[in-house]
């Protein structure tokens, strides 16, 4: 079984400049989740779509950032414009449809990292 | 206060050393806990997960959940090079569909030959 796909693997832009990042989930995984992760710091959730509907992006900073999930498979992430505080792991994140007690593992791709000048 | 506190680290042990790591919470809805493992420039992957309180073993991995404290520890026996990773706990109030997840800061644990 394959598993999650991101690209680009690195990116580096200078600040205000825009970028966009790609997923590709597990197939058939119904969540897909956009972390942020800051060098020396544990992942933190930017969004979560179930299918193509957006279940949380409460700390997604609107502003500059925006996620969409076409027809509930691939995703992008995009930022416009960077700061240099966004410098940082971008890891997209899968789990299947579940129910009951049993935890629901998420899956996650090898990130994108991404260095604002 | 962080809902998940965890000590960055770094730790370094010489091979076949046992290793404890351990995190605290404050959020008492969190009922599922995990301990995933990263290795350098690769994502999270997820080593061991508890319902509730109690133990579970694997292989040379035992993690442990006390709810009473908000704590949980991963011991890690017989350490191998090979172990060397960040090691990230994760925690929710729930694990089925929809979930959140919340990690701590990640311990970088370095195994020496």
């Known amino acids: 079984e394959a598993g999650v796909a991101q690209s680009p693997r690195y990116k580096i832009i200078e600040k205000r400049q825009s970028v966009a990042f790609w997923c590709n989930p597990i197939?058939?995984?119904?969540?897909l989740y956009w972390y942020q992760q800051i060098l020396g710091q544990g992942p933190k959730l930017l969004i979560q779509?179930?299918?193509?509907?957006?279940?949380?992006d409460s700390q997604l900073p609107k502003d500059r950032f925006s996620a969409e999930r076409l027809k509930g498979v691939d995703s992008t992430l995009k930022i416009q414009p960077a700061k240099l505080e966004d410098s940082a792991v971008y890891l997209c994140a899968s789990s299947a449809p579940t129910s009951g007690l049993s935890y629901n593992e998420q899956f996650f791709g090898p990130g994108t990292r991404l260095t604002v000048l | 206060q962080k809902e998940v506190e965890q000590d960055p680290g770094p730790l370094s042990v010489p091979e076949g050393a046992i290793v404890s790591l351990n995190c605290t919470y404050s959020?008492?809805?969190?009922?599922?806990f995990m301990w995933y493992r990263q290795y350098s420039r690769k994502g999270p992957e997820l080593l061991m997960y508890t319902y509730s309180s109690g133990n579970k073993e694997d292989g040379r991995f035992t993690a442990q959940v006390d709810k009473s404290s908000k704590y949980i520890s991963l011991f890690i026996r017989d350490s191998q090079p090979s172990d060397s990773a960040t090691y990230l706990c994760a925690m929710s109030a729930n694990g089925g569909s929809n979930y959140k997840l919340t990690f701590g800061k990640g311990t970088l644990l370095t195994v020496n030959p």
């Open positions: 779509f179930q299918n193509n509907g957006v279940v949380d």
């Open positions: 959020n008492s809805a969190f009922q599922y």
């Open positions: 197939s058939g995984h119904a969540t």
